[in-house]
């Protein structure tokens, strides 16, 4: 069994941070090095946007909305995928989820990342209100 849990989201007021947390289990522990992780948002109606990726050579790209504000990281000890979010604003309000692919290119072609992820969470609301 494949299982990414996300956990840590809720409401803010602009300009504050959060920390989601993803932990990875079942067939995907150990992933570290061997998948692509990274984190991606939907509004209601509205297209997947990828926010973070962390490459299994341990890159990291941002996507050009959040760079800046945002940071992902892997803790190999918990098997845990992280999103730092600071500065909110406003239009950071979104369903968040954690993801692993064989590569990054999935998550940076927004045709790909509509329907070809191939494992995602379940997703953790972010709400941030002014």
């Known amino acids: 069994q494949v299982q990414l849990t996300e956990s840590g989201g809720g409401s803010v007021q602009s300009g504050g941070s959060l920390n989601l947390s993803c932990i990875a289990s079942?067939?995907?522990?150990?992933?570290?090095?061997?998948?692509?992780l990274g984190w991606f948002r939907q509004a209601p109606g509205e297209e997947r946007e990828a926010l973070a990726t962390?490459?299994?050579?341990?890159?990291?790209t941002y996507g050009d909305s959040v760079k800046g504000r945002f940071t992902i990281s892997f803790d190999a000890s918990q098997n845990t995928l992280f999103l730092d979010m600071n500065s909110l604003k406003t239009e950071d309000t979104s369903m968040y989820y954690c993801?692993?692919?064989?590569?990054?290119?999935?998550?940076?072609?927004?045709?790909?990342?509509?329907?070809?992820?191939?494992?995602r969470g379940q997703g953790t609301q972010v709400t941030v209100s002014s």
């Open positions: 962390l490459s299994k050579d341990g890159s990291t």
């Open positions: 079942g067939q995907l522990y150990g992933l570290h090095g061997r998948v692509c």
């Open positions: 993801a692993a692919d064989r590569g990054c290119v999935t998550f940076w072609n927004i045709y790909a990342l509509q329907s070809s992820l191939e494992y």
